[in-house]
């Protein structure tokens, strides 16, 4: 049967556009510990956090100064705030950002103090939003060893543009900076630091990372030097399974356990090493040590299942609150419904909910967009959640369908649609790599073959993928999991260990 995509209008609230995206390490070439993620137990008190982060917070701070010819470490405190500008008007707007730089309890070696805010104006269009950072005001001292350098801000300019690509389940973002400093030292006479960058970043409810790739010269009285410094911070929630001891009586056997990490590191090599200088490592590193936080989830009973190839993948979903309902009463060899695959999807995206309000505050009943998908189904503020994201489909004849068994190709079309990465697949991709290519549908060839490209999906022992079967609720168990798995991992070692080791 035809598949429709129902590609709705997204409707995102603006100020996921405000607070969404790049800044939690400044823009200086420094580290961060990087924002928080919400918690399980915080996301369903409030699920307006939506499993996102907030970048404004007060983080550890640590950057590599080049400025007297030495790299020196510095060591202090990071400030991000932001504030006004969230209303709408024509889908362009307004709003402020300010990065604070100061010496922490722990003293450096050399001292920088640094107050910088950025008056960014954003346009969307479509999915995408466009946001150009430009600076009004900036105000900076550093000093070493009782030299002092001070910013001259009448030569100087910093300017930052960054792109983002809102798909339901993760939001992409990639930028371009460029930046002249104009320093004065005690006898007057000028240092000029001359920069040059990309950012690239991502942020999902399971994994936010975000890398810079910057390109320096600094020119002093009498030298110059050239360098490259890589920041990156990556934040993620990681799954480990806690058995309880057996030294003492104890009720269950055990429970899952929810790790909440942080993890930054900064790279640089040195190309022109200034010639009074030619003593210094022209490589180094620093990191910021991992900040962990811990929250306990249940570890549902399905010794019913033991032995069964999904049984670790139900579990798991089951305790992230992805699976609802008695675990016992969970059939794994069930075809899992279309409705239900919605939903579990919708849960391990995080996309708020819509509430199921029969009524307007007209008191006119509310149009239903979906015939078979009404208001007093279990589904139904989950398949709306998707439908009002861009991410929902029906069938041909306007019905979603919402007891119908999900074919495999429909679930990985999802999928792959929700991560926004269709284009990991050539734009025409008349075949895949499975040897049952032929029987896939023409609109699900590209989404499929982009899941095998990212490591999503393989084939059989003969190398099928079996499009057109119907998934059991154990193989939509296993889909999500693995999914979800994509973006606590995979997607953390593209944007952060991959392109921190790439110099260029």
Not at 314 to 323: E, G, H, K, N, P
Not at 477 to 485: K, T, Y
Request: glycine fraction near 8%.
């Amino acid at each position: 049967m035809k598949i429709v995509f129902l590609c709705a209008v997204v409707t995102m609230l603006m100020s996921s556009f405000v607070y969404a995206g790049a800044g939690t390490m400044g823009f200086h070439g420094g580290i961060s510990e990087g924002s928080r993620m919400p918690t399980t137990i915080e996301r369903m008190l409030d699920p307006s956090l939506n499993g996102r982060r907030n970048i404004a917070g007060t983080y550890a701070y640590r950057e590599m100064v080049f400025l007297f010819g030495t790299p020196v470490e510095f060591e202090g405190t990071l400030i991000v705030s932001q504030s006004g500008g969230v209303s709408e008007n024509n889908n362009m707007g307004t709003f402020t950002v300010r990065h604070e730089v100061f010496p922490g309890a722990v003293m450096s070696e050399v001292v920088i103090d640094r107050d910088i805010t950025f008056n960014v104006n954003y346009r969307r269009e479509g999915n995408q939003v466009i946001k150009t950072y430009a600076v009004t005001n900036w105000v900076e001292d550093i000093e070493l060893d009782g030299m002092w350098l001070t910013l001259d801000l009448d030569q100087s300019y910093f300017t930052i543009s960054i792109i983002e690509d809102h798909n339901p389940g993760v939001v992409f973002y990639r930028g371009d900076m460029s930046k002249r400093a104009v320093f004065i030292d005690d006898a007057g006479d000028q240092v000029i630091k001359e920069s040059s960058g990309v950012i690239y970043g991502f942020d999902s409810p399971w994994s936010s990372t975000e890398t810079h790739r910057i390109d320096s010269w600094v020119f002093g009285s009498g030298w110059q030097m050239s360098y490259q410094v890589r920041p990156s911070v990556s934040v993620s929630k990681s799954m480990q399974y806690s058995p309880t001891s057996s030294v003492a009586p104890i009720s269950f056997s055990g429970n899952y356990m929810e790790i909440l990490q942080n993890q930054s590191a900064l790279v640089y090599d040195i190309f022109t090493v200034p010639q009074p200088f030619h003593f210094i490592e022209t490589s180094g590193s620093t990191t910021i040590p991992s900040r962990n936080t811990f929250e306990q989830l249940i570890a549902p009973n399905t010794a019913f299942l033991r032995g069964h190839f999904a049984e670790e993948d139900i579990r798991r979903l089951f305790a992230m609150q992805i699976l609802s309902g008695e675990p016992s009463h969970f059939l794994p060899n069930q075809m899992m419904t279309r409705g239900e695959f919605v939903q579990a999807l919708t849960r391990a995206i995080r996309l708020p909910a819509m509430q199921a309000t029969p009524m307007a505050a007209n008191n006119q009943v509310i149009r239903i967009v979906f015939p078979d998908v009404l208001s007093d189904r279990s589904e139904y503020p989950y398949i709306m959640a998707a439908f009002r994201s861009g991410l929902a489909f029906g069938r041909n004849n306007g019905h979603f369908d919402i007891d119908a068994p999900i074919p495999r190709e429909e679930a990985i079309v999802i999928l792959i649609r929700s991560l926004g990465l269709e284009n990991m697949a050539p734009v025409l991709t008349p075949v895949t790599m499975f040897a049952d290519s032929h029987q896939i549908s023409d609109w699900a060839t590209r989404e499929i073959q982009a899941s095998h490209n990212i490591g999503l999906i393989s084939g059989d022992e003969n190398g099928n993928f079996r499009p057109r079967d119907y998934i059991s609720k154990a193989e939509g168990a296993a889909f999500i999991n693995r999914f979800i798995d994509y973006m606590r991992e995979d997607l953390v070692i593209d944007y952060s260990e991959r392109m921190i080791n790439f110099v260029g």
